[in-house]
């Protein structure tokens, strides 16, 4: 079955410890990409990847950081999570970067932070 | 800047009526795909219904059809013979061909179905 796994679903930490939120996608898939999902706001771009070792800032990223060491993986990290990164977040993928094709989401990780 | 704005934020209708949905983009851009997600209590995000741009022909899907203005970049969202099921929230989005690299999404539109 083709799906994009997050884990974990649920996530409480306390400020400043470290944490990473890990995604994985079995379809081989290129492209890679991370939004938050905050009320009233919809779902904002963290960071993206068009290939292994290719990573990008969205329109959110400070805070965050990414790798993609191989093809399938693509986790983010939080070196040092404060109060206003609590949200939803979503890991997707899409066989190209020009997403015109269906993008495949993770099931999310409700973060929060204390 | 690119924005998307859906300017209900929550709409509630009796099962088996029709119901739409509002959505207004912004966007400088000719060529590019806009997109209805449905994300369920169970906050899985699925796909609805997509349109290319430069299709004049409106998509459907089912129960699901939109009405997309090009020029007065609006894109709504008709549900029809709604169903329980069919509660959710909706997000409209959308992602330019040139350069794309990620979808933008509106703010979302809460829907009920009431039995």
């Known amino acids: 079955e083709a799906q994009v796994t997050q884990n974990p679903r649920y996530l409480i930490t306390v400020t400043g410890k470290k944490l990473t939120v890990t995604c994985s996608q079995n379809m081989n898939h290129e492209y890679m990409s991370w939004y938050r999902q905050d009320p009233g706001l919809g779902l904002r771009q963290i960071y993206y990847?068009?290939?292994?070792?290719?990573?990008d800032k969205g329109d959110v990223p400070e805070g965050y950081k990414v790798s993609r060491k191989e093809k399938r993986n693509f986790p983010l990290i939080l070196e040092s999570p404060s109060p206003n990164q609590t949200s939803l977040y979503f890991c997707?993928?899409?066989?190209?970067?020009?997403?015109?094709?269906?993008?495949?989401f993770g099931q999310g990780t409700r973060l929060t932070v204390v | 800047a690119q924005t998307v704005t859906q300017s209900q934020p929550e709409m509630s209708v009796q099962e088996a009526e029709t119901v739409t949905l509002s959505c207004t983009y912004d966007t400088s851009e000719s060529n590019y795909y806009l997109f209805w997600y449905k994300q369920p209590p169970s906050r899985q995000m699925i796909l609805v219904i997509r349109?290319?741009?430069?299709?004049?022909q409106n998509a459907t899907e089912n129960r699901f059809s939109v009405n997309f203005q090009k020029a007065a970049k609006s894109f709504s969202l008709k549900i029809s013979d709604s169903q329980l099921g069919d509660t959710a929230m909706y997000f409209c989005a959308f992602t330019i061909i040139q350069g794309a690299q990620k979808l933008v999404f509106g703010q979302g539109t809460r829907l009920t179905i009431n039995p």
């Open positions: 997707a993928s899409s066989r190209d970067r020009r997403m015109n094709t269906e993008a495949f």
């Open positions: 990847s068009m290939n292994v070792e290719v990573t």
């Open positions: 349109q290319e741009a430069y299709k004049q």
